[in-house]
Each structure stands twice: as C-alpha cells, then as structure tokens.
C-alpha cells in the first residue's frame, strides 16, 4: 500500500481539508471515495479501506470541515464556515478531482455513509465525468424529526449564524433515535447493536458526535437533507447511474429501514434500471461496522463497485 496524505483547500475559504489516498500493491481496478458522516472521521472506515485496497481498489477519503484531523488542525470543532450544504459537496468534488487526476481513466464509485450519503447524493448529480457508481450506507432518509418536526423557519431566524444552535433544534433533529432501544438506552446506542462499537464510538478522540454545533452548519446540514431528498434530485442524478443502499432495520436515521426503500423505488421510479437495496434485520447505523454483518456488508460494497468499474467484465 501506498499512502498520500495532503491538504486541500476549502471551498469555505478558511480551512484545509486533510485528505488521504490508499494505492493498492496491484493494479487498480477502479477508485472508491469514502464520504464520512456527522461527528465522525474517515479513519473509523480503516477496516472496510483495507478490505477494498485487497480487491485493487484506490481509496480516497478526508475529514470534512470541522470534523476530525481537519477540524483538530484548525480548531473548528462542529463549524463548516458559511453555506455549509455547499461547502462540503465541493470540498468532496474537489477530492474526487484529486484522486482522478492521480489515476486518470479509472472509473470512480463513491460511498457515502449517514450525512456522507446526503453529500455523496448530491455530488453523483454534479460529477464530471459521472461517476461509476454511488454506495449509499447508513442512509438518511425518512428521518422522524426531519421530516416532522424541525421548524426550518424557525432554524433560518436564527439571530446568529455562528453561536452554538439551540437544544431545541438538536432536539428535534434526532428526536426518539433511542426509543427501541430500551430505558437503559445511551445516548448513542443507535449507532450499533453491538455495545463495543458503540464504546468505540464515543471514546475516539476525534469522534466528536454531540459536541456542539454551530447554528449555520446546522442550517446546511438540513439544506442538504431537503436537496437529496427532494424529487428534483432524481430527476437530476444520472439514470444509467448504478446504485446500492445500504441500512439497518433498527436505524433511526434510515427511518428503520424504510428510507432505504423509499430512495431505491422512486429511483426505480425514475427509470434506473441497476438498484440494489439491502436492509440488514436486526441491526443499526453502522452497519459497515456491526461485527456479525461488517464482512457481508464489505463483500457487497466491493462486489458492487466491481461490477460498477468493469460493467462488462
């Protein structure tokens, strides 16, 4: 394996994005860009990233504005600057023009996971060249508090764009994500079955879910939620685009499972001939990370994105 790591400059005109590309030892068949999701970093996708680079796969990954390694160098923890919904989606075309212009002509597949599938379904309608093909895992969709109660009027009166947003919109954002889960329930436990992940999760130091917010990156964050899931998004994604869905039947963010659904039959809907849906029954958020599931869901991932690279092979 070979390693680049570099910067980037942000489309927000304050930060560097810090960035990584994976070579695998062999040729490669294609490239796959790892797309994070809210309070994570990319370097908690380190064992599915070793898994693609065994099956020749580049991988491209980076840590978004104020998050991670990014936001650990800048310090500015839960603050994408202005326009958030905007910033992320080019920071991320800007990777994948990187990536390409180091492997020129090989085809591109993105994986998106959580707020990454949100930012991964609006650079598949932009890409240029389009991409090979769009994983979306973990996907938000059917969400309860954003499609019932966020006051999005409300959001955008906010006096100040970069105080610290209110409770009450947190509140409303991730509204009974652990309902199911018992009256012992943490904080975080929707994001795995498995109570280690879930452990793992909150003690990552660069693992920053539930730290405050700033009142524009949520405003962003739930632009970009409207933009993916608005019809006119599947009017503009390509319709030859090959796509796989990726979910837990226990996960609040993909509505239970029912989100996945929703996205694969208006593609379907649309026109798009090559969907595949798979809700994983018993499991939560993190599915690439559940440990009975992480191999099957990998194999799949990778089993796609061949397919998506080499459609004739």
Request: proline fraction near 7%; hydrophobic fraction near 45%; include cysteine.
């Amino acid at each position: 394996m070979a390693l680049h790591e570099f910067t980037l400059p942000s489309a927000n005109g304050r930060d560097a994005i810090r960035a990584w590309v994976y070579d695998p030892v062999v040729t490669p068949r294609g490239i796959v860009q790892i797309v994070h999701g809210l309070g994570e970093h990319s370097r908690r996708y380190l064992r599915l990233i070793t898994v693609l680079l065994d099956a020749g796969f580049v991988v491209a990954a980076d840590d978004h504005a104020g998050h991670g390694a990014t936001a650990a160098a800048e310090d500015t923890w839960g603050d994408a600057g202005a326009e958030a919904d905007r910033v992320v989606v080019e920071d991320e075309l800007a990777l994948l023009a990187h990536v390409r212009s180091l492997h020129p002509g090989l085809p591109a597949v993105v994986y998106g996971h959580s707020w990454g599938s949100m930012i991964s379904r609006v650079v598949a309608a932009r890409a240029e060249p389009p991409l090979a093909g769009l994983v979306l895992g973990g996907i938000a969709a059917d969400m309860h508090g954003m499609e019932q109660l966020v006051d999005r009027a409300a959001l955008a009166a906010e006096p100040d764009p970069e105080a610290e947003v209110p409770g009450h919109h947190m509140a409303a954002v991730f509204d009974g994500f652990v309902d199911r889960f018992g009256p012992d329930a943490g904080p975080t436990d929707w994001v795995a079955a498995d109570p280690d992940v879930v452990a793992d999760h909150a003690r990552d130091p660069l693992n920053r879910f539930g730290a405050p917010l700033s009142v524009r990156f949520l405003q962003g964050f739930v632009a970009l939620y409207d933009q993916a899931n608005d019809a006119d998004w599947y009017a503009q994604v390509p319709g030859d685009l090959p796509v796989l869905i990726l979910a837990g039947d226990q996960d609040p963010v993909a509505g239970y499972g029912s989100g996945a659904y929703t996205v694969g039959n208006r593609l379907i809907a649309r026109g798009h001939e090559d969907v595949r849906v798979r809700v994983y029954p018993g499991f939560r958020h993190e599915v690439h990370n559940e440990p009975p599931i992480r191999d099957e869901v990998a194999a799949e991932i990778i089993g796609f994105a061949g397919r998506a690279c080499s459609p004739d092979a």
